[in-house]
T-cell receptor, first 108, second 116 residues
Framework: GQNIDQPTEMTATEGAIVQINCTYQ??????LFWYQQHAGEAPTFLSY????GLEEKGRFSSFLSRSKGYSYLLLKELQMKDSASYLC?????????FGAGTTVTVRA | EAQVTQNPRYLITVTGKKLTVTCSQN?????MSWYRQDPGLGLRQIYY???????DKGDVPEGYKVSRKEKRNFPLILESPSPNQTSLYFC???????????????FGPGTRLTVL
């Protein structure tokens, strides 16, 4: 079975940094994705990790440790438009399994 | 640019009345997939298709059917909808980001279905 856990909600201040953790126990692993989803909209791709380590892309970074079944998404210099849900997803064979998502609220 | 269209975007129907949600893509991608999204449960995969006439069950296939007669279309069929199928549905394709060297799933705009 697939078990992907992430916190339900996080709140942070504009300009700050927030780290969203994701732990997973899955029957296989071909990569881990992070998606951003604004309310009522489709998820949009943020990052992909298949090897251990940190992937940096502008204000967003994602880290993976396969041995620990752990990933995090780091959002730096938070902006109001970053208020959204952030979805962790594990790709295994041809199936993508998602966590329930973390709702991030950015306050002025 | 990859584009995925879904129709209808919103639908209110009654229990037992067969319905089809269409999904079309414009880039000849082989892989297509359907998800449903429910509060507190996240996105769950219903069915996926590797290519024409090749489909397989995801995590929550009960009550749904799909077909893949041509590459561009992947309709989701609810033969006898029930209230527990009220949800937000997304179709997705797997596409390779330019220079990325890997595949990501690109989602359609979503279909909000209510079954009374």
């Amino acid at each position: 079975g697939q078990n992907i856990d992430q916190p339900t909600e996080m709140t942070a201040t504009e300009g700050a940094i927030v780290q969203i953790n994701c732990t997973y126990q899955t029957s296989g692993f071909n990569g881990l994705f992070w998606y951003q989803q604004h309310a009522g909209e489709a998820p949009t791709f943020l990052s992909y990790n298949v090897l251990d380590g940190l992937e940096e892309k502008g204000r967003f970074s994602s880290f993976l440790s396969r041995s620990k079944g752990y990933s995090y998404l780091l959002l730096k210099e938070l902006q109001m438009k970053d208020s959204a849900s952030y979805l962790c997803a594990v790709f295994n064979d041809y199936k993508l399994s998602f966590g329930a998502g973390t709702t991030v609220t950015v306050r002025a | 640019e990859a584009q995925v269209t879904q129709n209808p975007r919103y639908l209110i129907t009654v229990t037992g009345k067969k319905l089809t949600v269409t999904c079309s893509q414009n880039m000849n991608h082989e892989y297509m997939s359907w998800y449903r999204q429910d509060p507190g449960l996240g996105l769950r995969q219903i069915y996926y298709s590797m290519n024409v006439e090749v489909t397989d069950k995801g995590d929550v296939p009960e009550g749904y059917k799909v077909s893949r007669k041509e590459k561009r279309n992947f309709p989701l069929i609810l033969e006898s909808p029930s209230p527990n199928q009220t949800s937000l549905y997304f179709c997705a394709i797997k596409t390779t980001l330019a220079g990325g060297g890997y595949n990501e799933q690109f989602f359609g705009p979503g279909t909000r279905l209510t079954v009374l």
